[in-house]
């Protein structure tokens, strides 16, 4: 996995809205791999003193929609009611955000692995928010990130109308280069 921490989160937000159901289930041997990652890196955070809140999505979904576009990240109630508390109360204001990027699968497989650490510095605490997605299937968002530069996660459940969303100032984190050539003018 490669590691960026010059990127920054330009902040977080809680809406209102549909929650999105079509998500691809997460799993598989790399998925595993990336849990455990996110897990071990949180071990790290909490030894030196940091309060970490660990997701695990049960679908991440493309969203393109008039008041949302983005990943939707589906998580079970309990994790969307601690991210939703923290960030709504005030107590945590992200101001960074390391983005670790796990290049193409060995197996051919198109799917993008992605974990993302939403940092408040001065309350030294970090969200972690595992990510998995198909750039193809992905491809009307990740065109519209690029251009506005900013890609938004938006940390949801199936059973409210409401989202968490992070912003991240550089949406080629989450990409390889040839999935952008792949998209040039003549693939239109």
Known sequence: MTRDESEPATGSETTTESAATDGAEPA???????LADA?????????????????EPTAVSPVDRDERVGLD???????Y??????????AVTITSANVYYRPVAADGSERRLALTVER????????F????????????????????????THVTT????RWVSFSHDDPSLFLEESDVRAWGPDDE
């Not at 071990?40 to 997701?55: C, S, T």
């Open 158 to 161: 199936p059973s409210t109308a």
């Open 120 to 127: 408040d510095e001065s309350s030294e605490t970090a969200i």
């Open 129 to 152: 928010v595992p990510l998995t997605y198909d750039p193809s299937t992905c491809r009307d968002v990740f065109e519209t990130a690029l251009l506005e530069e900013q890609l938004l």
């Open 81 to 90: 009611e601690i991210v939703e508390e923290l960030i709504e109360e005030g």
């Open 28 to 34: 598989g041997s790399l998925w595993a791999d990336l």
């Open 39 to 55: 897990n071990a890196i949180a071990e790290e955070y909490r030894d030196e003193g940091w309060d970490v809140v660990v997701l």
């Open 73 to 79: 990240v589906t998580v079970s109630d309990a994790e």
